[in-house]
């Protein structure tokens, strides 16, 4: 129900912009997160927002340079991401937690996922 877009290969200290949107329904009043996983490595949390739009978290390895956003009258969730390095390469996912439910860092912590965007830094 959730895809991801705007992945791709960029330079390190380039940027990209990537969007999640609800293929059928709505994840307006839902929590929403981005996950990523690299290669040989489990899945880490990168950032998320609140339903509300009044809240937003980061880990502490994408804080000042990654912001996340949504815009619910387009049922769409945006992760800018700016000064990428190659440590930054991985797929990366979306997820929605529960209905008008709490912001997380916790994968336990979002119901819905998207099936991943690839995003490559070269050096």
């Known amino acids: 129900q959730l895809v991801e877009s705007g992945g791709g290969l960029v330079q390190a200290g380039g940027s990209l912009r990537l969007s999640c949107a609800a293929s059928r329904g709505t994840f307006n009043n839902y929590p929403m997160g981005w996950f990523r996983q690299a290669p040989g490595k489990e899945r880490e949390f990168v950032a998320a927002i609140s339903w509300r739009d009044d809240r937003l978290y980061y880990a502490d390895s994408v804080k000042g340079r990654f912001t996340v956003s949504r815009d619910n009258a387009k049922n769409t969730v945006f992760l800018q991401m700016n000064s990428l390095k190659p440590e930054d390469t991985a797929v990366y996912y979306c997820?929605?937690?529960?209905?008008?439910?709490?912001?997380?860092?916790?994968?336990?912590?979002?119901?819905?996922w998207g099936q991943g965007t690839q995003v490559t830094v070269s050096s």
């Open positions: 997820a929605a937690g529960l209905m008008y439910g709490s912001i997380s860092s916790r994968e336990q912590g979002y119901r819905y």
